[in-house]
């Protein structure tokens, strides 16, 4: 323990006592009273699945991050589906996209039979490196699919110059951003659609489910079809016009998300604000924290930008093993996580695809270093300071141990 500033009493993983008794995961959603209330009323009116809520969630969301249109959908997954369709993604083309991201992102583009493209990341944020972009870019070149990850914005005005440019469709990712701020916009009035997720570990929830909001009616359109079977108007609809006639116009799928869910969602959305000043301040507490410990790298914040915090990734520094420590941290008690195996390397890629190691060298080389420290809104300070004391301890131990 020569280096130690402060010397710690044995790591959990060599049978020391853990820094906490409980498990701390690294997200987890928060559901309160008036949310379950909100889901009973819903549970006792007319409408179980496609009405009032539908529309009230919507509007609701799409105009709290300054667009125009909202479509709701059963998932994230199912939303990104519906956008890479929207954008007229189909056999023969092709989309970039990030590797640092969760499958669905690239999954989507299989969806619609076109073929998704790895552009590497910039090394500070872990965003889509626009200059990349440029690179990949050919004839068959649709869309382009940013991720804004850990809720930090991607370089969106770089990509939409290169997207204004090439005439393609920017489908932002924002499944980890919800209430991030871009040079003074909010994420959501950026793109040409952007996406979000309101799983659990999302900022907010509604159990399963995802949004695509939008300034272009006619991808608002395309999205509603999408969502049901192709058909161009819903039961509601159809209902207060006393019509029984619908016309199927395109191939379509399942996609709604109930009325009890959106109540839900509508709920949670109610605590947004509260819910991301918190993630701030977990996150200036983890910034100051770390400063002085130099054998984690924390996330880097590009001026002008407000993240959303959905994530608090640092990188383990060299000579530290990024495995050791995840299982260090884990014996302490302390769900960390890693975010993400690079898309690309996954089985199902390599064996279609043919990617090789080295593909996205940038992306590959975070992955091998990254761990997710817990970050969500109903944290205490007491959790945070565990955190805290956790990494310090583990680093410090690990440290000590390899010299
Ligand atoms: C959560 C997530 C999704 C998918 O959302 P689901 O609602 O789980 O389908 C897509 N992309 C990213 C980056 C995500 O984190």
Known sequence: MSTAKRSYPPLAIHGGRPVRAKFLP??????????????????????????????????ALASSVGARYGVVFSSGTAALHAAAYAAGLGPGDEAITTS????????????????????????????????????????????????????????????????????????????????????????GSLAHMTMFSFHPV???????????????????????????????????????AGQWYYEMIDLGYNYRLPD???????????????????????ATRYDKAFRENDSILTPRVRPLIEPAWHLYPVRVAEGLSRAEVFRALRAENVGVNVHYIPVHLHPYYRRRFGYQNGTCPVAEKAYSQLISLPMFHAMSDADVNDVIEAVDKVTEGLRANAN
């Open 260 to 282: 009890i869910n959106c109540a839900l969602g509508l709920s949670q959305l109610r605590r947004l604000d509260e819910n991301l000043a918190r993630r701030r301040e977990v």
């Open 100 to 187: 640092l991201t969760f499958a669905a992102t690239a999954n989507c583009v299989l969806y619609n039979c076109a073929i998704p493209i790895f552009a590497d990341v910039c090394s500070d944020t872990l965003n889509i490196d626009p200059e990349q972009v440029r690179q990949l870019i050919s004839a068959k070149t649709k869309a382009i699919f940013p991720v804004d990850y850990a809720g930090h914005p991607a370089d969106m005005a770089a990509l939409m110059d290169i997207a204004s440019e090439r005439g393609l469709i920017v489908i932002e990712d924002a499944a980890h951003s919800l209430g991030a701020v871009y040079n003074h916009r909010p994420v």
């Open 202 to 240: 999302k900022h907010i929830t509604t159990g399963e489910g995802g949004m695509v909001v939008t300034n272009h009616e006619e991808f608002a359109h395309r999205l509603r079809l999408f969502r049901s079977h192709g058909i161009d108007s819903d039961a509601l609809e159809r209902r207060i």
């Open 26 to 59: 690294y997200g987890r959603q928060m559901v309160e009273e008036e949310d379950i209330a909100a889901v009973v009323d819903v549970l006792r009116s007319d409408w179980l699945t496609t009405g009032p809520k539908v529309k009230e969630f919507e509007e």
